[in-house]
């Protein structure tokens, strides 16, 4: 069965090659594309339904590997595994893509990232899409995740690994089966060499974590936030159980930003898959109206 999107490559500023999947929009009037960028641990995979669905409603979509994690290379020097890179290897793809301006889909990590380009080169972002991350992120949450990025796992089999990924997320995902565990591990997991799954990044994402200490699990993006919510369409989608962007952050963004559309998914915390009927729901609608 072929795949529904091509494979790409682009070069870094710092001469990494890093990888995009590249589903083509339906036919129809040209809009803008979509570029889709995941969460500190994940990859591009994690857009893996929901991708298809805007490709389908006639939007290219660019759903990357940021440096160090899938297909993309990992970088000699761990440092420069934080968002600022990582915003000007968008803009890289995006100049060697012959993309003059896209809507984003930034989920946590990929949300500050966004934020981070409308601060860097706000022309290039016509609107977007923030999952479950916000100015600021709650302590708990982000300590949470903290403590599991790039410590060593023993991993034998595919069984092993849902259980991993069961461990480290269950948190956001009560209740669910072993099926949504085995699909989730194969987001995070690949083959290695051996035959066993090994985690899919580069355990030195965690370098630059460790060594801001404190400074790490609190950062301050109000100007930022208010620059990307001003004057372009906007959605904020929350997970009800959320333990990384909070009720409270919500709230504060909500009123810093009183255009931006919202939607919280119920049943689920940090961070919605977004193939969920209500995100689904609001972010079709969105895009519609969109450029």
Do not use: C
């Not at 990590?109 to 479950?132: E, H, Q, Y």
Request: net charge neutral; glycine share 8%; no cysteine.
């Amino acid at each position: 069965m072929s795949k529904p999107y091509a494979d790409r490559r682009w070069t870094s500023p710092d001469g990494l090659s890093l990888y995009a999947r590249d589903y083509a929009p339906a036919d129809g009037p040209t809009r803008l594309p979509v570029i889709a960028i995941h969460g500190l641990t994940r990859n591009s995979a994690d857009f893996e339904v929901i991708a298809p669905l805007i490709a389908a409603s006639g939007r290219r979509v660019l759903a990357v590997d940021v440096r160090g994690r899938g297909l993309s290379d990992r970088a000699p020097d761990p440092m420069t595994y934080q968002p600022p890179n990582y915003a000007r290897d968008m803009l890289a793809l995006m100049q060697q893509a012959g993309i003059e301006r896209a809507i984003f889909l930034g989920t946590s990590m990929g949300g500050l990232i966004t934020m981070a380009l409308a601060a860097i080169k706000p022309r290039v972002v016509a609107g977007a899409i923030i999952n479950d991350v916000g100015p600021e992120v709650a302590k708990e949450g982000l300590a949470r995740i903290a403590a599991y990025t790039g410590q060593p796992v023993e991993i034998h089999s595919w069984a092993d690994a849902r259980d991993v990924a069961r461990r480290n997320n269950e948190i956001a995902f009560p209740d669910r089966d072993d099926a949504f565990w085995d699909a989730f591990a194969r987001r995070v997991f690949r083959e290695g060499t051996e035959g066993a799954p090994v985690l899919n990044y580069d355990p030195d994402i965690a370098v630059p974590i460790r060594a801001a200490g404190e400074k790490a699990l609190v950062p301050n993006l109000w100007p930022f936030f208010r620059r990307l919510a001003k004057g372009r369409p906007t959605l904020l989608v929350r997970g009800a159980t959320s333990d990384l962007l909070s009720e409270e952050i919500a709230t504060r963004m909500r009123k810093a930003a009183r255009k931006m559309d919202y939607v919280e998914v119920p049943g689920v915390g940090h961070a919605p898959m977004l193939d969920e009927p209500e995100a689904r729901a609001a972010i079709f609608p969105f895009l519609a109206e969109a450029p």
